[in-house]
């Protein structure tokens, strides 16, 4: 019984110790981030190369992802909302599921598992390799020259591939609308349109920002235990997708709580 | 200190002129290629760490290190970074070749090589 109360006050500190240190570095990110002093030929080129890794590279999986998920989704989701009666809802619904809801958690699901993982290993190695001290010696901030690109990137990278996501899905809906309820072009964007709210826009712009924040955030973080043993890089890359997976559940929660109070 | 194993070696050298400096990547590029090419080794500029001879990796991290405003080049045992090279002629003319980008040059290395430090001379 004691044996069970001490795990669960030692996993407890734990865990708020983590929390507190992500947070932290959080902090140290952000404040980087508005400092013009941090940004050289350096930083940019890394930033411009990091965004054509993170978005570009990516771009065909994602659009055929995007395509064929988002047709068969809107196909399903069209011929749910007739059967329900509720056409006049259809605008509503679909600015709600695509772009607050689904646009941002299936780019942040693709992008953690690529880039997430890539950045987590990567931190590691060059711990591993003892490259941060090289970095170290010239005078090279590591904050300024590796991890706020790639924080930076992770921003821009979710915020982008989210609209574009939602860009494709709503469009594949037309299909569906123009099949199923007979709307034109113009009816459709109208209802799209009209649907669209201020503040649920501002919820998912805050929530990519967040996510994308978050995603590199931690990756880097948990690069950075990584010890000088080779064995030791898996164990941090693991470690950090299991608390990126934990951070994008969490956001998520916080933005439903958001937008339904 | 090592390279840095996932930029190329133009990158790893053009690093230090850009982040001190703000050196633009083009200019900083075409310095960098200027010095390779003092080497013979401007076909390395493009490639990474682990595809570099000893040789070519002895002058990347030289170069790196003579980027630096009036730097002061420390080499700890030269000859572990290239066990192939018998006496320090190579250590010599890469020295030579750069004499004019570094303020010093330290060469550190156990009394049993003494035999090997013909040309620089203790």
């Not at chain 1, 989704?73 to 749910?80: E, P, T």
């Not at chain 1, 594949?172 to 123009?178: D, N, R, V």
């Not at chain 2, 390279?3 to 083009?26: C, F, G, P, R, T």
């Not at chain 2, 002058?59 to 000859?79: Q, T, Y």
Request: charge should be neutral; include cysteine; hydrophobic fraction near 50%.
């Amino acid at each position: 019984m004691i044996n069970a109360i001490v795990r669960i006050g030692t996993t407890t500190i734990n865990v708020t110790r983590t929390f507190r240190d992500t947070l932290s570095f959080a902090f140290t990110i952000i404040l980087k981030m508005f400092n013009k002093n941090s940004y050289n030929s350096a930083t940019r080129l890394v930033i411009i190369h990091q965004i054509y890794f993170t978005s570009i590279q990516i771009l065909p999986l994602f659009i055929g992802i995007s395509i064929i998920f988002g047709t068969l989704l809107m196909g399903i989701v069209f011929q749910i909302i007739k059967n329900l009666g509720l056409a006049e809802h259809l605008g509503r619904i679909l600015m709600n599921l695509v772009v607050t809801e689904l646009a941002p958690f299936v780019t942040v699901l693709l992008i953690a598992l690529r880039s997430s993982s890539a950045i987590n290993a990567e931190i590691a190695v060059m711990k591993v390799n003892k490259e941060l001290n090289t970095l170290d010696k010239f005078n090279i901030g590591t904050v300024d020259y590796l991890f706020l690109p790639r924080v930076i990137n992770g921003v821009i990278s979710v915020v982008l591939l989210s609209a574009f996501f939602s860009i494709l899905v709503l469009t594949s809906g037309l299909l569906f609308s123009k099949l199923l309820f007979g709307l034109s072009l113009e009816s459709y964007s109208n209802v799209l349109l009209s649907s669209a709210n201020f503040y649920d826009i501002v919820i998912s712009l805050i929530k990519c920002c967040a996510f994308g924040f978050f995603i590199t955030l931690i990756p880097i973080r948990f690069g950075l235990h990584a010890t000088n043993d080779l064995t030791s890089i898996p164990i941090s890359v693991l470690n950090g997708m299991v608390d990126v997976f934990i951070a994008i559940v969490f956001i998520e929660v916080l933005s439903l709580i958001l937008i339904f109070i | 200190m090592p390279l840095i194993s996932n930029l190329d070696v133009w990158v790893n050298i053009a690093l230090i002129k850009q982040y001190h400096e703000n050196l633009s990547a083009d200019k900083a590029q075409e310095l960098v290629i200027r010095y390779l090419t003092g080497y013979g080794m401007e076909h390395i500029s493009n490639k990474r760490n682990p595809a570099l001879t000893n040789r070519e990796r002895f002058c990347a991290m030289l170069l790196r290190a003579a980027m630096v405003r009036d730097s002061i080049v420390v080499i700890d045992r030269p000859f572990t970074i290239i066990p192939d090279v018998q006496d320090d002629r190579f250590i010599y003319d890469s020295l030579k070749a750069v004499d004019d980008s570094f303020k010093e040059c330290h060469i550190f290395d156990y009394l049993w090589s003494k035999d090997r430090y013909r040309m620089i001379g203790l």
